[in-house]
């Protein structure tokens, strides 16, 4: 294996150009050549013509970068550095892991990498799922053994959907390799885009490992609080005031209660309670938090059904708004979104359902949620509930007053993300 070739002149491809893959790839471009490659062809005609649906890279960020991306999986023969950034979500109904897209992506790899190449993956996997799983398929579609012909490592993505802080220029890049050439010449690769730096791991497992636990633990935290703010609801006491009092300690850490949806704090935990039953343990903590996390929707729809029925309502006559349905603020997918999980339970009570996203069109809000989505600024019926799930930008120049010209005398507000405290002046206001 010649790593000296790619120190002299590195040549990155990306493999998914998702919320992962092409802000690596832009970032990367900036000081050199870099290529592209994704099966959606309306997201390479979309990155050709300078335009992030993602929302998270602005005309000018893709247009200074120097890519070249395409539907064929051939132009990764362009590469002697290709990096793996594609899904790894959970199968459909399921906790169990899918990494079918892993699997396919790792076999056009072995396919067309060229000798004295370094293949590196970012997607979220369970432990030894990189040398385990994807090496055997690369040995196998290449022809090649590592070492000989190839390196392999590990680099966990750091990408947070939304965050214009911290972006991976900003950020620490955790490295790994199968050596520690291979690790340092990784190294040297992610520093043209990771300016704060790279930390080398220990060996691609543990790399595996940091990247998992990173969400486990946000998991868990925010677990914690929901089953705090259910104790205290009981208590009849907000939640969010006792945080507020609470966070006056210096080492009180800072998270909330609320819908944990999306692509990695939801779905991580279960990667790596995947791999230790499968090792004979049987996870007890991170399986409590996720079983926790996992009701707060239907916690939310039930308690909204309750305040209907003590106002002498029929939820089946009842007409519920609900504000933000992506999967996080700021963020247009709506993919795992746990606001479907408050709107299907509310319609197993016969609730009618009218929702407000500011950043996702009308067609997609019906296609994914069955819902109407309507402005406020477009509603003209008044409604027995409101349930605000999401506090985007777009919602903060919203006034009180506005909201209550649009909610009956006796609406019950539940507020997820305590976006209007003024309303508990007015109307029953409820936050988690």
């Known amino acids: 294996m010649n790593y000296e070739s790619i120190r002299k002149d590195p040549k ?22 870099v ?6 062809s309306k997201r390479i005609e979309d990155i050709k013509k300078g335009r992030d649906t993602n929302g998270d890279l602005s005309r000018q960020e893709l247009g200074d ?10 132009i990764l023969q362009q590469a002697n550095v290709i990096v793996v950034c594609v899904p790894t979500p959970l199968e459909e109904g399921t906790t169990k892991p899918d990494i079918t897209l892993l699997k396919k992506a790792t076999a056009s790899v072995g396919k067309n990498m060229k000798k004295d190449s370094i293949v590196a993956f970012e997607s979220t996997v369970w432990p030894g799922t990189t040398e385990e799983i994807c090496l055997p398929i690369l040995e196998k579609e290449s022809g090649m053994k590592l070492e000989k012909d190839f390196g392999l490592g590990y680099s966990p993505e750091r990408i947070n959907p939304g965050d214009k802080v911290h972006t991976i220029d900003k950020i620490t890049k955790v490295v790994s390799g199968h050596n520690q ?44 609080m929901n089953e705090l703010s259910i104790i205290f609801e009981k208590l009849n006491i907000r939640t969010y005031d006792v945080l507020e009092a609470a966070k006056t300690k210096w080492n009180f850490l800072d ?3 609320g819908l944990v949806g999306g692509h990695c704090i939801g779905v991580d935990p279960y990667y790596l309670t995947y791999k230790a039953e499968e090792l004979g343990y049987q996870p007890q903590v991170i399986l409590a938090g996720r079983k926790i996390n996992d009701q707060v929707g239907e916690r939310i729809a039930n308690r909204m059904i309750e305040e209907l029925k003590k106002s002498g309502k ?24 746990k606001a479907k999980d408050v709107i299907d339970h509310l319609k197993k009570q016969g609730c009618t359902i009218t929702g407000s996203e500011s950043i996702v069109d009308k067609e997609t809000v ?11 600024s477009e509603v003209h019926e008044k409604f027995d509930g ?15 007053e506005d909201i209550k010209k649009v909610l009956k005398e006796d609406a019950c507000v539940i507020d997820t993300k305590h976006m209007l405290p003024e309303l508990s002046k007015t109307t029953r206001y409820i936050t988690l």
Do not use: W
Not at 12 to 30: D, E, I, N, S
Not at 213 to 218: A, F, K, L
Not at 314 to 337: C, W
Not at 386 to 400: A, E, G, R, Y
């Open 12 to 33: 990155v491809a990306v493999v998914g150009l998702g919320y992962v893959g092409l802000p690596l790839a832009v970032a990367l471009g900036k000081a050199g050549k």
């Open 35 to 40: 290529y592209g490659f994704d099966l959606n």
């Open 65 to 74: 970068a120097h890519l070249e991306v395409s539907t064929d999986e051939k």
């Open 181 to 224: 050439e291979c690790c340092n010449v990784l190294a040297e690769v992610y520093q043209r885009a990771a300016k704060n730096g790279v930390f080398k791991a220990a060996s691609i497992k543990v790399a595996e490992a940091a990247k998992i636990i990173e969400n486990t633990q946000r998991d868990l935290n925010i677990a914690l």
């Open 255 to 257: 998270f909330y209660p």
């Open 314 to 337: 029929k939820p089946s006559q009842s007409h519920i708004y609900i504000m933000g349905l992506t999967f996080k603020e700021d963020v247009a997918d709506i993919r795992n979104s």
């Open 366 to 376: 019906k296609k994914e949620f069955g819902i109407e989505n309507k402005l406020l």
């Open 386 to 400: 409101l349930i605000i799930i999401n506090k985007h930008q777009t919602f903060k120049s919203i006034k009180t």
